[in-house]
């Protein structure tokens, strides 16, 4: 399977993508403020591409449970000079995370190649921007950010949550949005209790059914704290645990934090799945 990115065309077959996450915030979950200044992201976004991220993925507002939004020209604000300066380094892909299709159409035109949308095209004019060429993340989340975490209900989570990606996708190719530039992002902890997180987990093949990518993060998340008891500072192992479930299952893409850690169990979950697929190919004698 392929994964179209304006001028970038990733091979998902050979390997799972690294997404490293660069948030420009001050309110970020787990890395709030330790970036906020230009000079400290631009910094933070060479070092993860030096640990092997493919793609960055660009932030300037927190989607924590309870977070509000970030008007469009704050988000902006803090992004211009970190996209502008990471752009010119010929080993970064830039994803932007964001909502706001204003934000996406500046970032595409700074050189951004993908748009990470937390709302899957929530923002009417987003379908629009992206159809400019961009490789698109479309993520499930149930409420927003303010109210998601309140009371989540499902009939069964990964079947549901299949069928509404199913029809964003439908949604984005008639935008005139070609499905080779799509991935499928379940949105673990958005509107999820511990219970959803870890069926979506478990039962990750439903998604990779829908024919696209399927991106996962689970990077520090609450749901690895409360299983752990552990606080956001301690959550590698646990993340990584999870990530390496997610891939063996068939994960194409995963969005991290600590990409050097990732990357080497990302190997590990890669290959045993290798080995699993060619155990299943149909012997020749
Ligand atoms: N998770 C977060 C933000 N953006 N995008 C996608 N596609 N998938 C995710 O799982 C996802 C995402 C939350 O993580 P982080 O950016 O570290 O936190 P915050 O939203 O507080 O900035």
């Known amino acids: 399977m392929r994964w179209r990115c304006r001028d970038r065309v990733f091979d998902l077959e050979s390997r799972p993508l690294l997404m490293g996450v660069l948030n420009i915030t001050p309110d970020s979950f787990s890395d709030g403020g330790r970036f906020f200044a230009p000079d ?5 976004g060479r ?10 993925d660009v932030g300037a507002e927190s989607t924590r449970p309870g977070s509000e939004p970030v008007p469009a020209a704050e988000q902006w604000r803090r992004l211009e000079p970190v996209l502008a300066e990471l752009a010119r380094d010929p080993r970064a892909c830039l994803s932007v995370d964001t909502a706001s299709a204003e ?12 748009v990470n949308d937390v709302t899957a095209l929530g923002d009417p004019r987003m379908a629009a921007v992206a159809a400019a060429g961009a490789g698109l993340v479309l993520m499930h989340m149930q409420g927003t950010p303010a109210d998601m975490q ?23 190719r008639q935008a005139g949005i070609a499905g080779e ?12 209790t511990l219970e959803h997180n870890l069926e979506l987990l478990a039962r990750l093949e439903i998604l990779t059914a829908l024919g696209r990518p399927v991106l996962v993060g689970v990077s520090r998340k609450s749901f690895i704290g409360r299983l752990l008891d552990l606080p956001v500072d301690q959550r590698l192992e646990g993340s990584l645990a999870a990530t390496a479930v997610a891939v063996f299952s068939g994960a194409a893409i995963v969005r991290t934090h600590d990409v ?10 890669a290959a045993i799945r290798a080995a699993r697929t060619r155990a299943h190919e149909p012997r020749h004698s």
Do not use: C, M, N, S
Not at 47 to 56: I, N, T
Not at 260 to 269: D, K, P, S, Y
């Open 47 to 56: 070092r993860l591409l030096d640990q092997g991220a493919d793609l960055l």
């Open 40 to 44: 400290a992201a631009i910094a933070h």
């Open 260 to 269: 050097e850690a990732t990357r080497r169990a990302v190997r590990i979950a």
């Open 150 to 172: 309140r009371a989540p209900r499902y009939e069964d989570a990964p079947a549901d949550i299949a069928r509404w990606l199913q029809g964003r996708l439908e949604v984005a």
């Open 103 to 114: 934000v996406a159409e500046r970032a595409l035109g700074l050189g951004a190649q993908v």
């Open 181 to 192: 530039r799509i991935a499928l992002d379940p949105g673990i902890g958005f509107g999820k």
